[in-house]
């Protein structure tokens, strides 16, 4: 061979075998990369810091104990400051420019419902971790090659209405014998269909209602309202508030309105409510994801053991959907070998069979009516019911797991019922 | 019955409306700024209290008590701060002036709001009412808190009279609000009637926020409703009339209150609104108004 051409076949192969090499260390590095998850949430309320507190937690566990076949996940965190719009823009940004390959976001209905077109925009897999809306998953049912990105990781309404009818019947038809009920919940996305299910299941529960109060949620002086509700001299209050808590608890204590309310408080599922209304919530029953000390699954205790020990105070119910749901997203990649790829990942989030802190993980399919909802029922996720005695919330239903009895404060009179 | 608890809680919420409007209007007539961040400074008042009063263990009452001086210190760094230098600024010219304090109180109201939202989270807070219990008053079942409050701002603002009307200071706190140029050639010092202005105020606001903490509660959110909920009695009483004030108070209170009850508790603010538009174009000085 001449010069010339020995020449050139060396630098041929001189630059075949650094192509190759370079390649090699291409594939190592991408195998060492970080897997970026987004947590959009509301930082200044209390539900809301649960989320990206919860998320966090959730990602140190998996990561100390080697990530996800080895990457590192990486929690990307956003406040949208219970904004829809600053939720859009923290998605889009998280979305194009962080390259997350999953977003946790919102437990308000209204901020979810805003950012989940962005999800089918963008292809990029959504899950809420707090939010109630029907219409989350509804949307994904109606049109399911667009919207299939997104996942709803909380009970959806029907559901959260249909636990607390459940409830109901068990305890307060079936123990204390009542008959009547007044349904009270503020106007938001998620109560329509909370009441529509409630209107429905509360008489085949076993309690009439009497009246079906909707309120502004910027409402500070609940007065007239229980006055309204007094006056029809129904045995509980079935409430459907998150937006509010502190006031309709407080001035219901402060005015010693004679009849117990039960129903859905979310912040009254914080261990911080106490505090907050300076233990007027004494007596008040909420259905939640789970309790202080009330072990749904095994992991619940750990969990609230590890939040309370790191963060103060015991996490809210979306901070028990978040943790799980990061161990979901972990495995779902994880199930994929390690890919990412958006329709890989519904796939994958899709075939989920997780027990997590709250209950067994199952995500409805594309036939059921509650498309990439969570699975209710025993068995499954259903939630449970407390009570706040002495400043500690206990658990009083489902049976299985129940560590107390139901108790009023003393001005709650269980008249009308037991009376007759 | 029903009479009777409307009369009784439309009392209770139209005296603690007077208070805040009050003091809101005093700063008005006697230094001419209509002070935005009015919200601010009742939720600096009635957060520090919560916080002072629970937190940090002080009790109920000793809170209270430093909820008030909080509202005293929120309202000097507001016009050491914020208004006197504008108003002694030479940068800007004299026309301009109201505009720029307006503003400035607007964006510190703001930034009141959301640094209290920062370190507080948006939740609604309240004071352990001072009295517990209820007692029934003629049938109405009455929270002895709610009696106390309404108390509370009577006997205040029947102090701020005999203040303004009796004694010195207060009448030329008075004469301020009317002519401050013929104040200034009788010897007085304006700038130390305005810092007067501004403690009454401080201390006005730091008491209807600590009352209304422990009536209904108070969140982060509120601020701006707290001020514009001022803002709309005092065009209604008219701009710098304390009586104006007091009396549209009442109307504004009863009216939301009544709606509240009959009609429904959704279209509370309503009323009081179309009243405020009403009166703006058939009346525009208020009821009461001077300037």
């Known amino acids: 061979m001449s010069k010339c051409k020995t020449w050139r076949l060396h630098c041929f192969m001189a630059t075949?075998?650094?192509?190759?090499?370079?390649?090699?260390?291409?594939?190592?590095?991408?195998?060492?990369?970080?897997?970026?998850l987004g947590v959009i949430s509301e930082e200044s309320s209390v539900a809301g810091a649960s989320i990206s507190k919860s998320a966090q937690m959730a990602a140190d566990e998996i990561n100390a104990h080697g990530g996800v076949d080895g990457r590192q996940i990486q929690i990307v965190a956003y406040d949208d400051h219970s904004s829809a719009s600053d939720g859009v823009r923290a998605f889009q940004?998280?979305?194009?420019?962080?390259?997350?390959?999953?977003?946790?976001?919102?437990?308000?209905?209204?901020v979810a419902l805003a950012m989940e077109p962005w999800s089918a925009r963008l292809k990029m897999p959504f899950i809420t971790p707090g939010a109630a809306s029907n219409e989350i998953s509804k949307r994904v049912h109606d049109d399911y090659d667009r919207y299939k990105?997104?996942?709803?990781?909380?009970?959806?309404?029907?559901?959260?209405?249909?636990?607390?009818?459940?409830?109901?019947?068990?305890?307060?038809?079936?123990?204390?014998k009542m008959k009547t009920t007044v349904v009270m919940s503020e106007d938001a996305a998620w109560t329509k269909p909370l009441d529509e299910r409630f209107l429905e299941c509360l008489p085949k529960a076993g309690l009439q209602v009497l009246d079906h109060i909707r309120f502004n949620p910027d409402t500070s002086d609940f007065t007239p309202i229980f006055n309204q509700i007094e006056a029809k001299h129904p045995d509980t209050i079935t409430t459907g508030i998150s937006h509010v808590g502190v006031q309709p608890t407080v001035q219901w204590h402060d005015q010693q309105v004679p009849?117990?309310?039960?129903?859905?408080?979310?912040?009254?599922?914080?261990?911080?409510?106490?505090?907050?209304?300076?233990?007027?919530?004494?007596?008040?029953i909420t259905a939640s994801a789970a309790a202080p000390g009330v072990a749904v699954t095994p992991k619940t205790v750990p969990f609230v053991d590890g939040y309370q020990k790191k963060f103060g105070v015991s996490p809210a119910y979306d901070g028990f959907t978040s943790y799980d749901l990061v161990y979901i997203l972990a495995d779902a990649i994880h199930r994929n070998q390690g890919s990412t790829d958006p329709d890989k990942m519904v796939d994958a989030l899709e075939k989920t069979d997780y027990v997590g802190t709250i209950g067994r993980?199952?995500?409805?399919?594309?036939?059921?009516?509650?498309?990439?909802?969570?699975?209710?029922?025993?068995?499954?996720?259903?939630?449970?019911?407390?009570?706040?005695?002495?400043?500690?919330?206990?658990?009083?239903?489902?049976?299985?797991i129940a560590n107390a009895k139901v108790k009023f404060p003393a001005f709650v009179k269980l008249q009308q019922a037991a009376a007759k | 019955m029903l009479p009777l608890q409307i009369l009784i809680d439309g009392f209770a919420i139209s005296s603690l409306y007077a208070l805040g409007a009050i003091g809101f209007t005093l700063i008005f007539g006697v230094s001419g700024v209509l002070n935005l961040a009015h919200g601010g400074v009742m939720l600096v008042a009635a957060l520090m209290g919560w916080m002072l009063a629970g937190e940090a263990g002080l009790g109920t009452y000793l809170g209270t008590l430093l909820g008030i001086v909080c509202g005293m210190l929120a309202a000097y760094i507001t016009y050491l701060m914020v208004v006197r230098p504008i108003q002694r600024s030479a940068a800007i010219p004299r026309e301009e002036k109201e505009i720029f304090v307006l503003t400035g109180t607007l964006l510190w109201g703001i930034m009141i709001q959301q640094g209290m939202a920062y370190l507080f989270t948006d939740n609604p807070i309240t004071m352990r009412p001072l009295i517990d219990g209820v007692m029934n008053l003629a049938g109405v079942r009455v929270p002895f808190n709610e009696i106390m409050i309404a108390g509370v701002c009577w006997v205040v603002i029947g102090l701020l009279w005999l203040f303004v009307n009796r004694t010195r200071a207060g009448k030329a706190l008075l004469a301020a609000s009317m002519n401050p140029r013929g104040l200034t050639l009788l010897g007085f010092e304006l700038s130390r009637i305005y810092l007067l202005a501004w403690t009454l105020y401080g201390v006005l606001a730091g008491i209807a926020g600590v009352l209304l903490a422990s009536f209904l509660g108070v969140s982060t959110n509120n601020t701006g409703q707290l001020t514009a909920s001022a803002f709309s009695i005092v065009v209604l009483g008219g701009l710098g009339s304390v009586s104006g004030s007091l009396m549209a108070a009442y109307v504004v209170g009863y009216l939301e209150t009544v709606t509240a009850y009959l009609i429904a508790p959704t279209l509370r603010p309503l009323p009081?609104?179309?009243?405020?538009?009403?009166?703006?174009y058939v009346r525009p000085q208020g009821f009461l108004g001077r300037r």
């Open chain 1, 16 to 36: 075949g075998a650094i192509a190759t090499g370079l390649t090699c260390m291409g594939a190592a590095h991408a195998a060492g990369e970080p897997i970026k």
């Open chain 1, 93 to 110: 940004r998280a979305a194009n420019q962080d390259k997350v390959v999953a977003i946790i976001g919102s437990y308000i209905s209204e």
């Open chain 1, 149 to 176: 990105y997104t996942f709803h990781g909380w009970m959806t309404s029907a559901f959260i209405a249909q636990s607390i009818c459940d409830f109901s019947h068990d305890i307060l038809v079936g123990q204390l």
């Open chain 1, 259 to 284: 009849i117990p309310m039960t129903g859905q408080s979310s912040q009254a599922t914080t261990t911080s409510f106490w505090k907050d209304t300076n233990g007027a919530t004494e007596g008040v």
């Open chain 1, 361 to 400: 993980w199952q995500f409805y399919g594309k036939n059921d009516q509650f498309t990439h909802a969570l699975k209710y029922g025993p068995g499954y996720i259903q939630g449970i019911n407390l009570q706040w005695q002495n400043g500690k919330q206990v658990a009083i239903w489902p049976q299985s």
């Open chain 2, 272 to 280: 009081a609104l179309l009243l405020l538009v009403l009166v703006v």
